[in-house]
């Protein structure tokens, strides 16, 4: 398999999936892993392009039948992403990038030791409630519960292989499309994917 599984985390309001967006349409053959989840479906949530949104139930279901290949609940809902759809897209040669917390990340370490972590971080806890307060759509209660809860997610970043600070948000994308293109000239990558190149300079 020559395609890059990519795990990023980051606490909730650091800008995660703003860069993902934006590193998708910068660059080719990468895509995110749509995941499944039992959050209340937003005014402008599209269901199968944000997520797939699902009952409980039927979530637990999926778990049973050993669906996920990770599974998390945060902030009273569950979060899961298909291992059959990440295995479908990598074997067709596209990066995939999964937008999951280090819960998961643990988890998908676990099944897939070759994955690549990147943690995203705000450049200041009030940089970080700014942005959340900003979202216009939290109660203040929920703003300081998921504050706590960034203050623990950052503790993990230590078991990821990249960090970027989202400071600046172009220099952040350009950092996160330079991990995706540097994994993607690495030797083993190269040998894989361009074998009758390498054969040929070789040849005589």
Same mark, same amino acid.
């Given at each position: 398999?020559?395609?890059?599984?990519? !795990?990023?985390?980051?606490?909730?309001?650091?800008?995660?999936?703003?860069?993902?967006?934006?590193?998708?349409?910068?660059?080719?053959?990468?895509?995110?892993?749509?995941?499944?989840?039992?959050?209340?479906?937003?005014?402008?949530? !599209?269901?199968?392009?944000?997520?797939?949104?699902?009952?409980?139930?039927?979530?637990?279901?999926?778990?049973?039948?050993?669906?996920?290949?990770?599974?998390?609940?945060?902030?009273?809902?569950?979060?899961?992403?298909?291992?059959?759809?990440?295995?479908?897209?990598?074997?067709?040669?596209?990066?995939?990038?999964?937008?999951?917390?280090?819960?998961?990340?643990?988890?998908?370490?676990?099944?897939?030791?070759?994955?690549?972590?990147?943690?995203?971080?705000?450049?200041?806890?009030?940089?970080?409630?700014?942005?959340?307060?900003?979202?216009?759509?939290?109660?203040?209660?929920?703003?300081?519960?998921?504050?706590?809860?960034?203050?623990?997610?950052?503790?993990?970043?230590?078991?990821?292989?990249?960090?970027?600070?989202?400071?600046?948000?172009?220099?952040?994308?350009?950092?996160?499309?330079?991990?995706?293109?540097?994994?993607?000239?690495?030797?083993?990558?190269?040998?894989?994917?361009?074998?009758?190149?390498?054969?040929?300079?070789?040849?005589?």
């Amino acid at each position: 398999m020559t395609a890059q599984l990519y !795990v990023l985390s980051a606490p909730s309001g650091a800008g995660k999936t703003s860069l993902v967006r934006a590193a998708c349409e910068k660059l080719s053959d990468v895509a995110v892993s749509v995941s499944h989840t039992t959050r209340p479906r937003r005014p402008a949530d !599209v269901d199968g392009v944000d997520y797939h949104f699902v009952e409980e139930a039927q979530f637990l279901d999926m778990i049973g039948r050993g669906e996920f290949l990770e599974h998390a609940r945060v902030f009273d809902n569950l979060y899961g992403t298909s291992q059959q759809v990440v295995e479908q897209m990598l074997a067709l040669g596209t990066d995939v990038i999964l937008e999951i917390d280090w819960q998961g990340a643990d988890q998908v370490r676990r099944l897939m030791p070759d994955a690549c972590g990147v943690f995203i971080v705000p450049p200041s806890k009030e940089v970080l409630e700014k942005r959340l307060r900003g979202r216009a759509s939290d109660s203040d209660e929920v703003i300081d519960r998921r504050m706590r809860d960034a203050v623990e997610d950052m503790r993990h970043f230590s078991n990821y292989d990249y960090v970027i600070i989202n400071d600046d948000f172009d220099r952040a994308l350009d950092e996160l499309c330079a991990i995706i293109l540097a994994r993607r000239v690495k030797t083993g990558r190269q040998s894989t994917v361009n074998r009758q190149l390498l054969s040929a300079l070789l040849a005589g």
